[in-house]
């Protein structure tokens, strides 16, 4: 399985961002699509995700009601919607999944998931 990321560039304070995450390659079962930053300097932080139900959604602290993260259905893109951007949300932004069922509980730990997405740098400026 291979993931893009895409949708990152630069933005001003209180502007929005939409980034996608498009799947490709060997057709599997996707358990749970999160994504995940990383700022320089920083170690990566868990960001948002969408369990491999569809039925529920989980959000960092530091993004909830801002962030949105949706797809239409199982072969869509995720999407996560960003909006209210701060200088705080500047990272390189990564999409995972897993093709091993997971409960939710673990969607936040970014060990568990096996497939990365390259990273799409979000820049926000003040």
């Known amino acids: 399985v291979q993931l893009q990321a895409s949708g990152g560039g630069l933005m001003q304070t209180g502007g929005s961002l939409i980034l996608s995450c498009t799947a490709s390659?060997?057709?599997?079962?996707?358990?749970?699509v999160g994504w995940f930053r990383q700022a320089p300097g920083k170690e990566r932080e868990f960001v948002a995700a969408?369990?491999?139900?569809?039925?529920?959604?989980h959000y960092a602290d530091s993004v909830k009601g801002r962030f949105t993260i949706s797809r239409d259905n199982a072969k869509s893109p995720v999407i996560l919607q960003m909006n209210n951007l701060n200088t705080d949300d500047t990272a390189v932004y990564y999409c995972?999944?897993?093709?091993?069922?997971?409960?939710?509980?673990?969607?936040?730990?970014?060990?568990?998931?096996?497939?990365w997405g390259q990273g799409t740098l979000v820049t926000v400026s003040s």
């Open positions: 995972a999944t897993r093709s091993v069922f997971t409960s939710e509980i673990y969607d936040t730990n970014w060990s568990t998931y096996e497939y």
């Open positions: 390659g060997r057709s599997s079962s996707s358990y749970g």
């Open positions: 969408l369990a491999w139900s569809g039925a529920s959604t």
